[in-house]
């Protein structure tokens, strides 16, 4: 099932292995000394140092990875407004738009599964967006749907339609310094299916402290990952309660 439905989007909601951080951990404004770890089943962008028995440790002076959203509702006019994605409801009829952007370059994706537990299907990369890559520019806010046909008349049309029936489904966010290799980089591959496995296994395998910071606007939602010892990706997962 594509993600065509959505009612109440709320914060993001982490698993049992998200350690949250205190709110006066970490300054994450400025670059700071992050311990670059090597992880399986990833492709570095460009080669890095590597340990060597003088320098065990490889760091780098870098911003802490750092992830924010916004919902959007759009009107029947195209006119999109944001929304408060922890207080309000959304009904059958709405239309909604995800805007996402990173504070630094690196890989993005965004999965959908339909259920709790379930296998999951890639909407971003996707073919309208970013020319089909998924290698994202600091700061460069992306909104999903994008780039709609031009054959379609209307802005709202352009968005995710809120419908029946009632419900959950989830949406998992993943930024990461390095490409990772278990999933879709580009549109051509993506559409197919994400094995529940291997997102459980990307959660287990990071060692994020996530802090969430005041956003851009009013209801944007900020994440950082504050673990300095382990900051290669921020993953993080969306309930969407669909009322009746």
């Not at 770890?37 to 060597?52: S, V």
């Not at 006119?79 to 370059?105: I, S, W």
């Not at 900020?222 to 009322?243: S, Y």
Request: charged residues 25%; contains cysteine.
């Amino acid at each position: 099932m594509m993600l065509m439905t959505g009612s109440l989007l709320l914060p993001f909601i982490p698993p049992a292995q998200t350690v949250w951080a205190q709110v006066d951990s970490v300054t994450y404004d400025r670059p700071v000394e992050v311990e670059r770890r090597e992880k399986p089943r990833r492709k570095p962008r460009r080669p890095r140092a590597k340990p060597t028995p003088r320098k065990p440790r490889v760091v780098e002076k870098v911003l802490l990875l750092a992830v924010q959203y916004r919902i959007l509702k759009v009107g029947t006019d195209g006119v999109m407004e944001e929304t408060n994605a922890t207080l309000n409801t959304f009904f059958a009829g709405d239309r909604l738009r995800l805007a996402v952007k990173a504070n630094q370059d690196g890989y993005l994706y965004v999965i959908h599964q339909p259920g709790k537990g379930m296998d999951g299907r890639i909407i971003f990369p996707q073919s309208r967006v970013n020319n089909g890559q998924n290698y994202v520019s600091r700061n460069q806010e992306l909104l999903l749907p994008s780039n709609c046909d031009p054959k379609i008349a209307k802005g709202a049309d352009c968005s995710f339609p809120v419908m029946p029936p009632a419900g959950q489904e989830y949406l998992t966010v993943i930024f990461s310094r390095d490409m990772l290799l278990d999933l879709p980089n580009e549109a051509a591959q993506a559409g197919g299916v994400v094995r529940a496995a291997v997102i459980e296994q990307l959660f287990s395998e990071s060692g994020q402290s996530i802090e969430r910071v005041k956003g851009d606007t009013k209801y944007a939602i900020k994440l950082v990952n504050v673990n300095k010892a382990d900051n290669e990706e921020i993953i993080q997962t969306l309930v969407l309660n669909k009322g009746g």
